[in-house]
């Protein structure tokens, strides 16, 4: 094993201790963090990625499931029972 790393040292700490940040980082105003897209046809994005075979094979949906599935409300118990 090397002794030398370039890797910062680390301050020990205790299972189960919160340790602060280094550097404070800041989050979006915005209440769910969606920014619109400027400049990008939503739609058009849409139907390129549904229509697309190898999306519809990897996914094993067709244009219309794929659709159904984009514009469907993500939850977490939604996400959960699709990875089952």
């Known amino acids: 094993m090397p002794t030398h ?3 910062p040292e680390v301050p020990l700490s205790e299972v189960g201790s919160h340790l602060s940040p ?4 800041g989050f979006s105003s915005d209440p769910i963090g969606i920014t ?32 159904r599935r984009f ?3 993500w939850t977490a118990e939604a996400a959960l029972r699709d990875c089952q």
């Open 71 to 73: 514009s469907a409300k």
């Open 36 to 67: 619109p897209w400027s400049g990008v046809d939503v739609e058009a994005v849409l139907a390129a990625i549904t229509s697309n075979q190898s999306v519809q094979e990897a996914t094993g949906l067709d244009k219309n499931g794929l659709l």
């Open 5 to 7: 790393t370039n890797l």
């Open 22 to 25: 280094r550097s404070v980082v």
